[in-house]
């Protein structure tokens, strides 16, 4: 077993997958036995359990990518990281660039609601993100990211059903540091970063990040002659550390990001019904008209998302073995945006949207570490406000148009205690058990009206005439959870070791902030929590003297009352005509997840290397009651895939007194499903992604030049869709047979160049 890190040490930045390789490839391990050069890959050291150890001595299904290895891959998003990392789906939520929808396990959900908080936990810098608005993080000033798979609560933070994804900023240098990164490449993109940590004392230093992402659109808007898929982002991160002692640190930290990038809208597979405009000849095209209709002068067709963030974190080492950590954070974000669900210039189903977050977030960590007694204790509030405002604009159904708006806000108020306790019995045995206590108060204050006109007062049409307030209520309920965890590990020598655990992930109920209880009079009562009984085996081996490691891990997953939102079209006033659509929040009575996963490094010479990875998952519904009828057999796991393998070969030599890496990896996905029930437009069938790079890096590693092509073989593909057609859809709802479908990047390519000052 490897030695234990203090706990007043400071936490190490991983290494792995192309920069670990790299490095041992260039400089092999030299043996203290035998004093001859020997190749082995280098120790990855993570934080997944509060403290730094080795990441082959972590008994649980963790992934770390430091930001030397995201650096040399060229990775530009978070998104990126699906790819390699197994059972994960990360991407962005339909007709949206920077709202996350993230998926493990088979937990995650593809609709973003206001106040529904997502079943992978984001954290950036330790500080978890409530809402998925602003949440697709760009990757830059990154130390490393970690990806967490099943249920996590006992360590840190919210309680995460399916798992958690850690995104940790670099620390301030005692030195003068800086760096500046620009690429060019396809659709005009665009991309600066610039990097600078200057020591203002010995015990004060501060730093500061600006980074600017612009490409042109991958389509174009027929009708507007705008851009589709463009991206405009602008953002910038300042920090401070002070450090008086080896044993007080504080940081604290202010991230910014704006995002002025076009709003998407999705390609059609069919023509207009009413209209007969034809399906564009490119998927990414679109013949969109919301942004430019007097429905949505409350906004004037803006597409906009404003996120910021503030940070305070105190590590105060009370002595060898104790530290008490503060983390108290605010954050907020502000959406405007316009959804075009019919594609169409003619307003037969449009929706101007806003969403408007804030969040306050505290937690207390005292962490106890010896030679053989590993204790986190925890305490963590969160108050939070989620706020959404939309017009359905049907402007075709009725003389003048029809417009059903909906304002919603839901609060949270949470607080949790937690606590984790690892013992090693032996010098191979060791034991870790813990638990979560957590209340969850939720209130919510929804209003809904009918309009006659384009839009409604709210979105700036004082003339639209109200028909009826449909609903107007408010509520509140508390949810209460205790969740346990329990992991036994053994090593069967220093390379490989074997353990099996179970731990529970709890998410609490809420209200759907665009219920209407005309519809469903039951929206008043809020949904149900949902509860994830996890059990795990995993092997976790070092082999071929160092150079090769494997690590397998084996899942079962019981998911009781699993929330399903979605959006249904309604009849509001009996006429038999859909007028409107309303969400809806489905508790699955019972659903089943199993599977195996796979990761490795392989290091086959000095300049030869693999990276693999793979998972196959089971995922079904065992009960699913809608009206008291089991539809079971009719649906299906969403954004699941039941297979995934990715594979890397990388080979580096000298060149021009640097290194030059030349790497080429494919990342494969089997079928996916993007709802619960079947539908042809909007699945995807299975596919796979090549991707090449070639990067030099100068000997003292102050240069680097690298050249990427991303989607290589231009593989056409689907992310997420809106069904409201009369074709295989649900329900239909406008007269355009109104079916959208969104694609991921076509084959993209870029140059990047960057110098580090040092």
């Given at each position: 077993?490897?030695?234990?890190?203090?706990?007043?040490?400071?936490?190490?930045?991983?290494?792995?997958?192309?920069?670990?390789?790299?490095?041992?490839?260039?400089?092999?391990?030299?043996?203290?036995?035998?004093?001859?050069?020997?190749?082995?890959?280098?120790?990855?050291?993570?934080?997944?359990?509060?403290?730094?150890?080795?990441?082959?001595?972590?008994?649980?299904?963790?992934?770390?990518?430091?930001?030397?290895?995201?650096?040399?891959?060229?990775?530009?998003?978070?998104?990126?990281?699906?790819?390699?990392?197994?059972?994960?789906?990360?991407?962005?939520?339909?007709?949206?660039?920077?709202?996350?929808?993230?998926?493990?396990?088979?937990?995650?959900?593809?609709?973003?609601?206001a106040g529904f908080e997502q079943g992978?936990?984001?954290?950036?810098?330790?500080?978890?993100?409530?809402?998925?608005?602003?949440?697709?993080?760009?990757?830059?000033?990154?130390?490393?990211?970690?990806?967490?798979?099943?249920?996590?609560?006992?360590?840190?933070?919210?309680?995460?059903?399916?798992?958690?994804?850690?995104?940790?900023?670099?620390?301030?240098?005692?030195?003068?540091?800086?760096?500046?990164?620009?690429?060019?490449?396809?659709?005009?993109?665009?991309?600066?970063?610039?990097?600078?940590?200057?020591?203002?004392?010995?015990?004060?230093?501060?730093?500061?990040?600006?980074?600017?992402?612009?490409?042109?659109?991958?389509?174009?808007?027929?009708?507007?002659?705008?851009?589709?898929?463009?991206?405009?982002?602008?953002?910038?991160?300042?920090?401070?550390?002070?450090?008086?002692?080896?044993?007080?640190?504080?940081?604290?930290?202010?991230?910014?990001?704006?995002?002025?990038?076009?709003?998407?809208?999705?390609?059609?597979?069919?023509?207009?019904?009413?209209?007969?405009?034809?399906?564009?000849?490119?998927?990414?095209?679109?013949?969109?008209?919301?942004?430019?209709?007097?429905?949505?002068?409350?906004?004037?067709?803006?597409?906009?998302?404003?996120?910021?963030?503030?940070?305070?974190?105190?590590?105060?080492?009370?002595?060898?073995?104790?530290?008490?950590?503060?983390?108290?954070?605010?954050?907020?974000?502000?959406?405007?945006?316009?959804?075009?669900?019919?594609?169409?210039?003619?307003?037969?189903?449009?929706?101007?949207?806003?969403?408007?977050?804030?969040?306050?977030?505290?937690?207390?960590?005292?962490?106890?570490?010896?030679?053989?007694w590993n204790l986190v204790l925890g305490?963590?509030?969160?108050?939070?406000?989620?706020?959404?405002?939309?017009?359905?604009?049907?402007?075709?159904?009725?003389?003048?148009?029809?417009?059903?708006?909906?304002?919603?806000?839901?609060?949270?108020?949470?607080?949790?205690?937690?606590?984790?306790?690892?013992?090693?019995?032996?010098?191979?045995?060791?034991?870790?058990?813990?638990?979560?206590?957590?209340?969850?108060?939720?209130?919510?204050?929804?209003?809904?009206?009918?309009?006659?006109?384009?839009?409604?007062?709210?979105?700036?049409?004082?003339?639209?005439?109200?028909?009826?307030?449909?609903?107007?209520?408010?509520?509140?309920?508390?949810?209460?959870?205790?969740?346990?965890?329990?992991?036994?590990?053994?090593?069967?020598?220093?390379?490989?070791?074997?353990?099996?655990?179970?731990?529970?992930?709890?998410?609490?109920?809420?209200?759907?902030?665009?219920?209407?209880?005309?519809?469903?009079?039951?929206?008043?009562?809020?949904?149900?929590?949902?509860?994830?009984?996890?059990?795990?085996?995993?092997?976790?081996?070092?082999?071929?003297?160092?150079?090769?490691?494997?690590?397998?891990?084996?899942?079962?997953?019981?998911?009781?009352?699993?929330?399903?939102?979605?959006?249904?079209?309604?009849?509001?006033?009996?006429?038999?005509?859909?007028?409107?659509?309303?969400?809806?929040?489905?508790?699955?009575?019972?659903?089943?997840?199993?599977?195996?996963?796979?990761?490795?490094?392989?290091?086959?010479?000095?300049?030869?290397?693999?990276?693999?990875?793979?998972?196959?998952?089971?995922?079904?519904?065992?009960?699913?009651?809608?009206?008291?009828?089991?539809?079971?057999?009719?649906?299906?796991?969403?954004?699941?895939?039941?297979?995934?393998?990715?594979?890397?070969?990388?080979?580096?030599?000298?060149?021009?007194?640097?290194?030059?890496?030349?790497?080429?990896?494919?990342?494969?996905?089997?079928?996916?499903?993007?709802?619960?029930?079947?539908?042809?437009?909007?699945?995807?069938?299975?596919?796979?992604?090549?991707?090449?790079?070639?990067?030099?890096?100068?000997?003292?590693?102050?240069?680097?030049?690298?050249?990427?092509?991303?989607?290589?073989?231009?593989?056409?593909?689907?992310?997420?869709?809106?069904?409201?057609?009369?074709?295989?859809?649900?329900?239909?709802?406008?007269?355009?047979?109104?079916?959208?479908?969104?694609?991921?990047?076509?084959?993209?390519?870029?140059?990047?160049?960057?110098?580090?000052?040092q």
């Amino acid at each position: 077993m490897s030695t234990r890190t203090p706990a007043r040490k400071p936490l190490i930045a991983a290494t792995t997958f192309a920069s670990l390789l790299l490095s041992a490839a260039a400089s092999p391990l030299v043996s203290a036995q035998s004093g001859e050069p020997t190749l082995a890959l280098e120790e990855v050291l993570v934080t997944a359990r509060r403290r730094a150890e080795n990441l082959q001595d972590v008994p649980i299904a963790v992934t770390s990518l430091s930001g030397d290895a995201l650096r040399l891959a060229g990775s530009q998003d978070i998104t990126e990281l699906a790819q390699s990392v197994p059972s994960v789906t990360l991407e962005p939520s339909r007709a949206t660039n920077t709202t996350l929808t993230a998926f493990i396990r088979g937990v995650g959900q593809q609709d973003p609601l206001a106040g529904f908080e997502q079943g992978v936990a984001l954290y950036l810098d330790d500080v978890y993100l409530a809402r998925p608005q602003g949440a697709l993080l760009d990757i830059y000033d990154v130390e490393r990211i970690e990806v967490l798979r099943g249920p996590q609560g006992t360590l840190y933070g919210r309680n995460a059903v399916g798992g958690a994804i850690k995104y940790v900023t670099r620390r301030l240098s005692d030195e003068v540091e800086a760096s500046l990164r620009a690429s060019y490449g396809t659709y005009n993109q665009a991309d600066l970063v610039g990097t600078v940590s200057v020591p203002v004392s010995d015990s004060f230093r501060v730093g500061a990040t600006v980074a600017s992402f612009n490409r042109d659109g991958f389509g174009d808007n027929l009708f507007t002659g705008g851009e589709q898929y463009d991206k405009d982002i602008f953002g910038y991160r300042l920090s401070a550390e002070w450090e008086p002692s080896e044993d007080f640190l504080v940081r604290v930290s202010y991230d910014n990001t704006d995002d002025q990038s076009s709003a998407v809208a999705g390609w059609r597979p069919y023509p207009g019904a009413f209209s007969g405009t034809p399906s564009p000849s490119d998927v990414f095209d679109t013949n969109a008209g919301a942004s430019v209709l007097p429905s949505t002068a409350g906004i004037n067709g803006n597409n906009q998302v404003e996120s910021e963030g503030w940070s305070a974190s105190i590590d105060w080492n009370l002595s060898d073995t104790m530290t008490l950590r503060s983390i108290t954070a605010g954050r907020e974000d502000l959406t405007e945006s316009v959804i075009d669900f019919d594609s169409l210039a003619t307003p037969d189903f449009d929706a101007p949207v806003i969403y408007d977050n804030e969040q306050f977030s505290q937690e207390f960590q005292l962490l106890w570490n010896t030679d053989r007694w590993n204790l986190v204790l925890g305490y963590y509030y969160l108050d939070a406000e989620a706020a959404n405002d939309f017009d359905v604009v049907l402007g075709l159904l009725a003389p003048g148009g029809l417009t059903a708006y909906t304002g919603g806000v839901v609060e949270t108020e949470s607080w949790s205690v937690f606590g984790d306790l690892t013992y090693e019995l032996t010098d191979r045995w060791s034991l870790s058990v813990g638990g979560r206590y957590t209340e969850d108060e939720r209130t919510a204050d929804i209003f809904r009206g009918t309009y006659l006109g384009t839009g409604s007062p709210f979105f700036g049409n004082d003339s639209a005439i109200l028909l009826a307030a449909t609903s107007d209520y408010e509520a509140q309920r508390t949810y209460y959870d205790f969740s346990p965890r329990a992991n036994l590990s053994y090593a069967l020598n220093e390379d490989v070791t074997v353990y099996g655990g179970y731990s529970q992930g709890w998410k609490a109920g809420s209200f759907d902030p665009r219920g209407a209880n005309f519809a469903t009079p039951a929206v008043e009562e809020g949904f149900d929590p949902e509860e994830l009984d996890s059990w795990e085996l995993g092997l976790k081996s070092t082999w071929w003297d160092g150079r090769a490691i494997t690590n397998v891990a084996l899942f079962y997953s019981d998911y009781q009352d699993m929330q399903i939102p979605g959006s249904v079209a309604v009849d509001s006033d009996g006429d038999g005509i859909n007028d409107s659509f309303v969400g809806t929040v489905t508790n699955a009575g019972q659903s089943e997840i199993s599977g195996i996963e796979i990761e490795g490094n392989l290091l086959f010479t000095e300049h030869w290397s693999m990276q693999f990875s793979a998972s196959l998952l089971d995922a079904s519904f065992k009960e699913y009651l809608v009206g008291g009828v089991d539809v079971s057999n009719d649906r299906d796991i969403q954004n699941t895939p039941e297979e995934m393998a990715f594979v890397g070969l990388s080979y580096n030599t000298d060149l021009a007194g640097g290194i030059l890496l030349i790497n080429a990896n494919y990342a494969y996905k089997g079928d996916v499903q993007q709802f619960e029930i079947a539908a042809e437009d909007l699945d995807q069938e299975a596919y796979g992604l090549l991707n090449a790079s070639l990067v030099w890096t100068s000997g003292n590693e102050n240069w680097l030049v690298g050249l990427y092509g991303k989607n290589l073989t231009d593989e056409e593909y689907r992310t997420a869709g809106y069904c409201f057609g009369t074709s295989g859809c649900p329900s239909s709802l406008g007269l355009e047979n109104n079916t959208t479908v969104f694609f991921g990047p076509p084959t993209t390519g870029y140059l990047t160049v960057e110098y580090r000052f040092q």
